[in-house]
């Protein structure tokens, strides 16, 4: 089973006004407890997955591309202490416009880095004011160039749609521009306030009706716009939200996505081993106290049984347009998933949803797009 590991580093230059991830801008980063946190949670983790050979490391936020390039460094080696890392193995590190300099990105690269994923989000000035950005299009462009002068030959940008005021050609021009710039990989999400955190302020102003965001119909033509034109581009659509050249399909993410294993270190980072998923605290803070205590930031746990793993590994499984192959799935839970979804299956077939083509299920572009209903029909 294919393994990764998860870092979190939480702190930004400034909150957006949309975000929900653990995420916190302070003035003064404490960038050497925060890294002693990190380094001791890992060690802890380590045997909690021993054995385990990683195909990728990931290095998330909060913007992560504002730790600083020597301990950075030092996490990357103690993770290649603890496991065993393939020697092609995928080592992401995300950053945002606005703080990247050619220095710290060839120091990034120099400790292992080899993909950058860049959060754009929008080339439009309009848009990004109403998504609070502080950067401005150029600096996406600069953040860029950058990651491509410091050698970085697998990049990803990230982009947002459904923003207030936002149009159908405006969502599309986002997308052409993201393609212009030739990144090897694309990633497009709708803009989404349900379920999100109270404190929120975006997710507040909208129930309070002070802003205005386009309405299903309009968020889901953008997202058509926006995949025509990368497709048009060259990407394929290899997941709901996700769109690469080919060989250049995240593979942190598809770890995911196929249900592999996860170990995971850092504020508000979930891990994940066969039969048990932890989430750490959220708080910085707090979380840098836990581990001083007790070696962990743990703040919860739960037990995943086989029967709730078979049904998110169909749920995640379907986000890919390669599908699901049952037969396989079956095997490896030891639960007959063909006879025992037989009529669902059935059915997504024939509402003209997806197809199953040998013992692989997966879903047509209408069925990624009502992903979430269609996947709801297995639980
Ligand atoms: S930069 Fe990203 S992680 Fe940081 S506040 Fe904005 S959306 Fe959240």
């Known amino acids: 089973m294919a393994f990764g590991v998860y870092i979190h580093f939480p ?62 460094a030092q996490v990357v080696r103690e993770v290649r202490s603890l496991w065993r890392v393939r020697d092609d193995a995928e080592i992401t590190l995300e950053a945002n416009p606005g703080t990247t300099d050619e220095e710290r990105f060839a120091a990034f690269r120099e400790a292992g880095a080899n993909r950058i994923s860049i959060g754009v989000q929008s080339f439009a000035p309009a848009q990004l004011i109403s998504l609070g950005r502080k950067h401005s299009p150029g600096d996406a462009v600069h953040a860029f160039e950058t990651a491509r002068r410091a050698g970085f030959r697998n990049t990803s940008l990230d982009l947002i749609h459904g923003v207030e005021r936002q149009t159908r050609q405006l969502a599309a021009r986002d997308a052409a521009s993201a393609v212009a710039l030739g990144p090897e990989h694309i990633s497009c999400y709708a803009l989404t306030l349900t379920g999100l955190a109270e404190e929120v302020p975006m997710a507040k102003a909208w129930q309070r009706g002070e802003i205005e965001l386009p309405d299903d119909e309009s968020a889901a033509e953008m997202g058509e716009s926006v995949r025509a ?76 049984t086989s029967e709730q793993h078979l049904r998110e590994r169909l749920f995640t499984g379907l986000r890919l347009a390669q599908g699901v192959d049952l037969d396989s799935l079956s095997t490896d839970l030891d639960i007959p998933v063909r006879s025992r979804f037989v009529n669902e299956i059935a059915q997504i077939v024939r509402d003209g949803l997806g197809e199953l083509e040998g013992s692989v299920l997966r879903l047509n572009d209408r069925g990624l797009d009502l992903h979430s209903e269609v996947s709801l029909r297995f639980f």
Not at 13 to 41: G, H, M, N
């Open 229 to 304: 034109e990368l497709v048009k581009g060259g990407y394929a659509r290899y997941e709901i939200s996700n769109y690469a050249r080919k060989g250049f399909e995240s593979v942190h993410n598809t770890l995911y996505w196929r249900g592999g294993e996860y170990a995971a270190a850092g504020c508000g980072a979930c891990g994940f081993r066969r039969g048990r998923r932890y989430a750490n605290d959220r708080s910085p803070e707090r979380y840098m106290e836990r581990v001083e205590q007790t070696g962990k930031g743990e703040a919860s746990f739960e037990e995943i």
């Open 11 to 72: 702190y930004c230059l400034s909150k957006c006004p949309y975000c929900d991830f653990a995420s916190r801008a302070e003035k003064v980063i404490p960038q050497r407890r925060y890294t002693e946190a990190v380094l001791r949670e890992l060690e802890t983790r380590a045997s909690e997955f021993a054995g385990r050979e990683a195909v990728s490391i990931y290095i998330g936020g909060g913007t992560p591309s504002l730790w600083d390039p020597p301990l950075f």
